[in-house]
């Protein structure tokens, strides 16, 4: 099975600034590569796939970068909402795992 | 509109068998996949297996086989996923989500919460 290794497991940050969170892959993943927002009590919410492209409806402070093993999801001015886990997903093959998840928190 | 509506939450006693439900509305349900992800009490996601709903053909995670079933109604459309032999470790909330057709999660169901407890 492929390994997903996320960081920071957790961030504090302030209304408008910029956060980077990132994803390692335990093997190459061709770009197969989800991010997914969720908050308590809630499903997850997929934000972007094929490790770039921004899902419908999703707002376009939210970016995705990477290739290979390394991948980087960005979100350019934190916004109140925004205050959530995030989780990557490779699907490049099955199983399809998760990352351990990243806590976004108010500073 | 997609939408993907689960069974409401249970308590079973360990040993105990689970069947979860999920009612599958705005798309056509066998053009597409579902998979079963759980999430245990303040902890990741965990894969446990998909179907196809166009032939019910279901592959598992490896420690759960042999204790999950998956199955599909296409005529109601509804998902199902029934675990048995259960323990503490498998208090968690259970989440049924589309598989698109670049294999991702693009829509979820609400989420069930199986709670396993003497």
């Known amino acids: 099975d492929i390994q997903m290794t996320q960081s920071p497991s957790s961030l504090s940050a302030s209304v408008g600034d910029r956060v980077t969170i990132t994803c390692r892959a335990s093997q190459g993943i061709s770009n197969s590569l989800a991010w997914y927002q969720q908050k308590p009590g809630k499903a997850p919410n997929l934000l972007l796939f094929?490790?770039?492209r921004l899902e419908s409806g999703v707002p376009s402070r939210f970016s995705g970068s990477g290739s290979g093993t390394d991948y980087t999801l960005t979100i350019s001015s934190l916004q109140p909402e925004d205050f959530a886990t995030y989780f990557c997903q490779h699907y490049s093959s099955t199983p399809p795992t998760f990352g351990g998840g990243t806590k976004v928190e108010i500073k | 509109q997609v939408q993907l509506e689960q069974s409401g939450a249970e308590v079973k006693k360990p040993g105990a068998s689970v069947k979860v439900s999920c009612k599958a509305s705005?798309?056509?349900?066998?053009?597409?996949?579902l998979d079963w992800v759980r999430q245990a009490p303040g902890q990741g996601l965990e894969w446990m297996g998909r179907i196809s709903g166009y032939n019910a053909n279901a592959n598992y995670a490896q420690k759960l086989q042999g204790r999950v079933t998956m199955t599909i109604d296409t005529s109601t459309p509804t998902a199902y996923m029934e675990l048995r032999s259960l323990s503490s470790d498998d208090t968690a909330v259970y989440f049924c989500a589309r598989v698109n057709m670049l294999r991702v999660n693009d829509y979820w169901g609400q989420g069930t919460l199986i709670t396993v407890s003497s």
């Open positions: 094929a490790a770039s």
């Open positions: 705005g798309y056509t349900f066998t053009s597409y996949g």
